[in-house]
């Protein structure tokens, strides 16, 4: 564990395995909510939005799941100027925090059969103090690991998304057994809410293991600033925070579209709900073991911007096809396999992209740069995408609409990373 000793004045050097773990239980638990929210979103829907048109009611439900990241870059800028003022262990603790109070609200809140209008408010407000609290996370986590990382820094930061695989590994098999195991009245009544039980045994835990974690050298030794404003961080790193905002494109719409393939099995391709789980079970076995070898790869042989412009354009050029099988031959094996293929093509740019995200920023201003640039491609590409995809479904009536949502982020992204490419060459020579 990443505990902090002292002897004298001196601090122990944690292990990597001890860092990774402080880092990442916080992860576990600000994913596991938006991944549960996300997957049961027919359900939630039914339970605390409930209209005479169920499209209209699972806009709604969506539409809570991306208003909470309008206020994510909020989060992103609170937390992370926090953390680059007070530590990357203080801005941790702080964020886990918040997400264990939203959750727990979540957790506790009444249907809408129950206390009417009332029901909905307070699910939205849960979702906002969780998009808060997520804004700041993943900037504080990838800049605690990559600055214990030292030089294995793409596979000490790859833990950042290997995780959240895992997280999608548990969610997954809450709902292969919930949906298989209950009745549909059953999982509407009181089902859905036995995964947030498990998420707040987590938060204590987390808390525990963050509050004694170790600071990071490169903060300890980085000149510290009082605060920073985000009109000073965007006049000192206006092209930074573009190409980090730019790279984090397609990564957080090919998640959140994933993410959505449950409620896509389900609505577009009338397939019974295990499906949609089965599949994102498999996807997230993926998404956990290759990102952190795509990590291991950045290190070692292949150089981090290559590897993920490969993969970029691997999107671009595989999104069509993958949709177009699940929806010309609906069943269990087409959507794990297009799942499964999705995420291992995610999982070689999603486990490089929160090292190269923090190469783009100085120590100074790493934990908020990162943040706010992550969290505002969050907020426009990602946390908005099952919402999207369902009103181009909706409005075109093509069920392949997701999938040119897909393609024109991954160019977006390719643009980015060819910048990043030439930035990073010109600071070299």
Wanted: net charge positive; hydrophobic share 50%; proline share 5%.
């Amino acid at each position: 564990m990443a505990i902090e000793t002292t002897m004298g004045s001196a601090l122990a050097r944690p292990r990597l395995l001890g860092v990774i773990i402080a880092a990442t239980i916080g992860n576990v638990l600000e994913w596991f909510d938006f991944l549960v929210y996300g997957f049961f979103a027919v359900t939630i829907a039914e339970v605390f939005f409930p209209a005479n048109n169920p499209t209209v009611s699972l806009l709604a439900t969506f539409g809570t799941f991306g208003l909470a990241y309008v206020v994510r870059p909020l989060g992103a800028v609170v937390v992370g100027t926090y953390t680059d003022r007070a530590g990357r262990k203080a801005g941790l603790t702080l964020s886990i925090g918040l997400m264990l109070i939203g959750t727990t609200l979540m957790l506790i809140t009444p249907g809408y059969a129950t206390i009417g209008v009332a029901a909905p408010i307070l699910i939205t407000l849960a979702r906002l103090l969780q998009g808060f609290s997520v804004g700041g996370e993943f900037g504080s986590a990838v800049a605690f690991l990559v600055e214990h990382g030292g030089k294995r820094r793409g596979f000490s930061a790859s833990w950042q998304w290997a995780t959240t695989g895992i997280v999608s590994i548990i969610v997954s098999l809450f709902g292969l057994v919930l949906t298989t195991q209950l009745s549909h009245q059953q999982l509407v009544d009181w089902g859905w809410r036995i995964p947030y039980v498990f998420g707040l045994l987590v938060g204590p835990a987390g808390l525990y293991i963050r509050s004694r974690m170790t600071e990071t050298p490169e903060f300890l030794e980085s000149e510290k600033v009082p605060r920073v404003p985000i009109g000073d961080l965007l006049r000192r790193h206006p092209v930074a925070i573009l190409l980090a905002l730019g790279a984090s494109i397609v990564s957080n719409s090919s998640y959140y579209l994933l993410l959505y393939v449950p409620t896509y099995g389900v609505k577009t391709l009338n397939l019974p709900a295990y499906t949609g789980f089965a599949a994102t079970l498999v996807g997230g076995i993926i998404l956990a073991v290759v990102s952190v070898i795509a990590g291991h790869w950045s290190d070692k042989t292949v150089p981090r911007t290559r590897l993920m412009l490969i993969t970029a354009w691997l999107f671009l050029l595989t999104a069509y096809p993958a949709f177009w099988l699940m929806d010309a031959y609906p069943s269990l094996a087409s959507a794990m396999f297009a799942v499964g293929f999705l995420n291992l093509i995610k999982a070689g740019y999603s486990g490089v992209l929160p090292s190269v995200l923090c190469e783009q920023f100085p120590v100074e201003t790493r934990a908020v740069g990162v943040a706010f640039a992550f969290s505002v491609s969050v907020t426009i590409f990602g946390g908005f995408a099952p919402f999207i995809a369902t009103w181009l479904i909706a409005r075109t009536g093509d069920p392949l609409s997701p999938a040119y949502y897909l393609m024109v982020t991954a160019a977006l992204s390719i643009v980015a990373l060819i910048a990043i490419n030439r930035r990073t060459a010109r600071a070299k020579g």
